[in-house]
């Protein structure tokens, strides 16, 4: 068999065994506001263990603001976000991310007058730093970038440089959840794509689950198990990866000028 | 030369002591971005905390070893402090985080009144005395005419200041709670999402910065013997002069700059006009905003985005 055809089979029993588990994140009928403006109107998302998520969707729908909203900024003002069974919606920000779960949020916001080495160590700061030699040590064969770069300031990089690290400072939770927002956006085509290979990595090898918010909608729903569709504040598609990237609707809307 | 050797000593103790304070300037400024102007009535304050407790230790208690005194002053004048500044945080800085930059500005400045205001009801208007409890000195130099000393104050003083740059400065550089201030000062929406407790490490930082101002206060007390309820402001402005004559936000350059500041006055005294030495310490302000707004050590801004 080959090894595609090996990690078909793993991705399809993941699924399977994460069908009859209830989800490690789950989104129900959340809304957020900014002001008086209703930024997310009644959000069901599901993400299950071992699962690659991907949520797509034009400039300016709401899907940072729905990643924001997870980690509490702002609170949901309706509905319910649970996270590994523990009802989350309510706890303050730093309480959230004390939970295995991490984010390389919207724009990188790379500590940039903080070496890449500080940085990192900014993202094992809720573990009290154990296990950080060995943690440091994995982040630079998953991004050798990193290591060159190790005792630079963050603000110095180049942008893929600064989503390796974003992607790296958040891994060193050792997070059961990844959280990336728009982790393509500014970057050239190979840089996406080495950036992509090793998310793909990280969940087969190593099971880590995955939610992925991009406008990049090809890249994104060709990494992904499952996707999301958003349209001014609401989810109005979802279905496999390969499901949305053949819908028609999809491919008028996201996939417009191909496949870069 | 005599005389300015002698001078010389006399200005890096005075510019230790603004240093002091300009590092609680400086800390606060480099972690939320906002200059706290009560910080001068803190330190004024911890002065007449550590006379009282100087007072209560000697004259009620009748303790004799200065040692022991000195030392059970530094502590509850820093804990109480600290616990003013803990307290100053909550009342009139919190609720305005967030708000217009203006708005923690104006409630420093009320703190400020209040604090000075509090004291002068509380304590009277008049100067306390301190009777002198260390007079030592160390003759550096003699000749016919001129003595050159250093007191144990003084280098009492100079020893402190120096001992807590270092800490300070291997505390933000060096240790985790430190990141975790530098993460807030840079970014403080991604330091939350990193686990940081935001609120609780701007909370710690007003309360270094004003057990900083207690050991500035004591130090104050100690040296000149005596303390009103207006002597936070003059050294207040001044160390807040010294913190941007070095570059504010930077430790180091707070130390530097209230040196500065400091032999300026003390020569500018010696030399010309004691009438004038505050004109040339704000003078030199003035030319600092002027040709170099990050100071001297300032944080260089070359970032990319």
Known sequence: MSVAGINVLVDETRARMAAAAPPLLSVRNVSAYYGSIRALKGVDIDVNEGEIVALIGANGAGKSTLMMTIFGQPQAREGTITFAGQDITRLPTHEIARLNLAQSPEGRRIFSRMTVRENLQMGAAVNGGKHFAEDLERMCTLFPRLAERIDQRGGT???????????????????????????????????????????????????????????????????????YVMVTGSVTMSGTGQALLDDPQVKAAYLEGGQH | MEFFAQQFINGLTLGSIYGLIALGYTMVFGIIGMVNFAHGDVFMLSSFIALIFFLILTSWLGLTSVALVFLIVLVVAMLLTALWGWAIERVAYRALRGSFRLAPLISAIGVSIFLSNF??????????????LVRDVIVLYQNEQYTVT????????????????????????????????????????????????????ISLTFVLGAALAAVAGLLYLLYY????????????????????????????????????????????SAYFSIEYKDVAAFLILIVVLIFKPSGILGRPEVEKV
């Open chain 1, 157 to 227: 990089m180049s942008g893929g440089e600064q989503q390796m690290l974003a992607i790296a400072r958040a891994l060193m939770s050792r997070p059961r959840l990844l959280m990336l927002d728009e982790p393509s956006l500014g970057l050239a085509p190979l840089v996406v794509k080495q950036i992509f290979a090793a998310v793909r990595d990280l969940n087969r090898r190593d099971g880590l689950t995955v939610f992925i918010v991009e406008q990049n909608a090809y890249h994104a729903l060709k990494l992904a198990h499952r996707g």
């Open chain 2, 119 to 132: 004291v002068q009801v509380v304590q009277g208007a008049r100067n306390k005395p301190l009777p002198p």
């Open chain 2, 150 to 201: 250093l007191s144990y104050k003084q280098a009492n003083i100079m020893a402190t200041t120096a001992a807590l740059l270092a800490g300070f400065w291997y505390l933000v550089q060096r240790t985790p709670f430190g990141r975790a201030q530098r993460a807030c000062e840079q970014d403080r929406r991604m330091a939350a999402l990193l686990g940081i407790n935001v609120d609780r490490t």
């Open chain 2, 225 to 268: 013997g005596v303390v009103s309820f207006s002597d936070g402001f003059v050294p207040g402005v001044k160390a807040f002069t010294a913190a941007v004559l070095g570059g504010i936000g930077s430790l180091p350059g707070a130390v530097l700059g209230g040196l500065i500041i400091g032999l300026i006055e003390t020569f500018w």
